[in-house]
């Protein structure tokens, strides 16, 4: 199998002690690329790091995180900016808005999540979203600055049927990631009426670790017991989601 883990911060801390083991656990699980969202300035050449290291499996994107906006957001964005301009990287992400931790920055927040729109329709570049608590808001700045140019991933969707055909009929995709293996999320009723071709498999390592390993430090590795689930959903091989999902993600991002 060739899957692709869309959404995975395997640069951080957590991974630390066995960073370069995990990679490789995950490419010999068949996970032969990783999506790197970027949070912060601060995170940044942690990520870079890691791209250095494996570049042809460990792919970066650029942007600032919701929960990341504060009251310097706009020199943050301006690094953002900058570092699109090398050409570097596959997306622009980790962006959108997260009004479940704090409310103080919202307006900022949205602000925010409206220049890198903006940024990724300017370089040509595809978009992951994180939304939180967030949804209709999240989804009306991306229908405004929709103009056919504008694709992507709602990162870690969790939506209901109805927030489902909404992303779709934008053209975006969804990230379906471990809370589909938990028993009472409900997100799995959701998935099975999701059709096939606007769905990508993601871990957000090293959190929403799936079953059987919840409770424990995420991996990019644990991507095919996501991939399983969703086979069983959909009443498919396993094999079967992994065609479908990686050519999702090869059809959004600019993978080889």
């Known amino acids: 199998m060739f899957l692709v883990d869309t959404h995975t911060h395997l640069?951080?801390?957590?991974?630390?002690?066995?960073?370069?083991?995990?990679?490789?656990?995950?490419i010999e699980?068949?996970?032969?690329?990783m999506l790197l969202p970027n949070i912060d300035s601060g995170s940044l050449q942690a990520m870079k790091d890691l791209h250095r290291?494996?570049?042809?499996?460990?792919?970066?994107?650029?942007?600032?995180h919701p929960t990341s906006v504060k009251d310097d957001y706009l020199a943050e964005l301006?690094?953002?900016?900058?570092?699109?301009?090398?050409?570097?990287?596959?997306?622009?992400?980790?962006i959108g808005i997260d009004l479940y931790w704090d409310k103080t920055h919202s307006d900022q927040q949205k602000d925010a999540f409206r220049r890198q729109l903006?940024?990724?329709?300017?370089?040509?570049?595809?978009v992951s979203i994180h939304t939180r608590d967030s949804f209709e808001l999240t989804f009306r700045i991306v229908k405004e600055e929709q103009n056919g140019k504008l694709k992507g991933v709602f990162h870690c969707f969790t939506g209901s049927g109805k927030e489902a055909a909404m992303v779709a009929d934008t053209g975006f995709l969804m990230g379906i990631g471990g809370i589909v293996t938990f028993k009472n999320a409900g997100l799995a009723e959701v998935v099975k009426t999701i059709p096939e071709e606007f769905l990508v498999l993601e871990t957000d390592a090293p959190f929403l670790t799936p079953a059987p390993f919840r409770g424990k430090r995420n991996q990019s590795a644990y991507l095919k017991f996501i991939a399983e689930k969703l086979a069983g959903l959909k009443?498919?091989?396993?094999?079967?989601?992994?065609?479908?999902?990686?050519?999702?993600?090869?059809?959004?991002?600019?993978?080889?």
Do not use: H
């Not at 290291?53 to 600032?64: K, Q, T």
């Open 11 to 26: 640069y951080l801390g957590q991974f630390d002690d066995d960073r370069r083991e995990v990679v490789e656990w995950a």
């Open 29 to 33: 699980q068949g996970v032969e690329r």
């Open 53 to 64: 290291a494996f570049p042809e499996n460990c792919l970066p994107m650029m942007g600032l």
């Open 78 to 94: 301006e690094l953002v900016e900058k570092e699109l301009q090398t050409g570097n990287y596959i997306a622009v992400g980790e």
């Open 118 to 126: 903006r940024m990724a329709k300017a370089f040509g570049l595809p």
């Open 235 to 256: 009443s498919t091989a396993v094999e079967e989601i992994a065609e479908i999902t990686t050519r999702n993600a090869l059809r959004v991002f600019p993978l080889k």
